[in-house]
């Protein structure tokens, strides 16, 4: 077992059980804000309505009993609550501070956060781990590659991500020094000889499906992480009222 564990079939195996467990702590960790807020909204509604009604009235005394009872249901379901609930001794109405809410929702909120980014970093880890098996085995597959891309695909595969980028490497690492018949690199000739290098590269089998996963996942990446900062910025006014916003 623990062979497998450490085979990269296994960590694969482990990395995806991970990002399922951090899935599903996401969908409650929503489902918990949502609920919050409901009962949030409940409570505002219930006071609204006690407010509304001519205080000593039999209309007021049910309004009242039913504004008491969302207090108790909430510091029941949330304990921290209670440290922010009152009680008016004129009228026995409990009352919830506005301090406690923005509290309570806050944590919530930053739940939804905090398990949202473990998603996004689980399944990125993911798609790594299957980029890095996806490029090992190009380069076990590929007799004859050049030892700077058999470095790459064993040890960087991240760095592929383009065939613009693989071109713009080669050129950087072409020393002449170690050429038989080196090259101007501003010359006419260098760039004819980087053509060839690149119709080299894309007639390798499974270039084009790692570089196509490698984009992939970066784009994916980016969107959770604009996601997660959206969020942030949502749910902090000084953020929002930042330049930075």
């Excluded at 029941?76 to 008016?88: E, G, K, S």
Aim: charged share 30%; aromatic share 6%; hydrophobic share 35%.
């Amino acid at each position: 077992k623990a062979v497998q564990a450490a085979s990269p079939e296994g960590k694969l195996k482990a990395l995806k059980e991970e990002a399922t467990e951090c899935s599903k702590a996401f969908d409650e960790a929503k489902t918990a804000a949502e609920e919050l807020k409901s009962a949030f909204d409940n409570y505002d509604s219930l006071v609204k309505k006690l407010n509304e009604c001519t205080q000593g009235t039999q209309e007021w005394k049910d309004a009242l009993i039913d504004v008491n009872n969302a207090v108790l249901d909430l510091m029941a379901n949330y304990p921290d609550l209670a440290q922010y609930v009152t009680r008016d001794e004129k009228t026995g109405q409990l009352k919830v501070s506005q301090t406690g809410i923005d509290s309570v929702r806050d944590s919530a909120d930053a739940a939804v956060i905090n398990t949202q980014a473990a998603t996004v970093d689980a399944n990125a880890n993911v798609k790594n781990q299957e980029i890095d098996m996806q490029a090992e085995s190009i380069a076990k597959n590929n007799h004859y590659l050049p030892t700077w891309l058999e470095d790459k695909l064993y040890n960087d595969p991240q760095s592929l991500g383009s065939y613009d980028d693989i071109r713009q490497m080669i050129a950087d690492n072409y020393d002449p020094t170690y050429e038989e018949n080196p090259l101007d690199k501003d010359s006419k000739e260098f760039q004819q000889w980087l053509n060839e290098q690149m119709i080299e590269l894309k007639n390798i089998d499974g270039m084009d499906e790692l570089i196509a996963a490698i984009q992939a996942n970066t784009l994916a990446q980016e969107t959770g992480n604009q996601a997660i900062a959206d969020n942030i910025l949502a749910n902090d006014e000084k953020v929002q009222n930042s330049k930075y916003a």
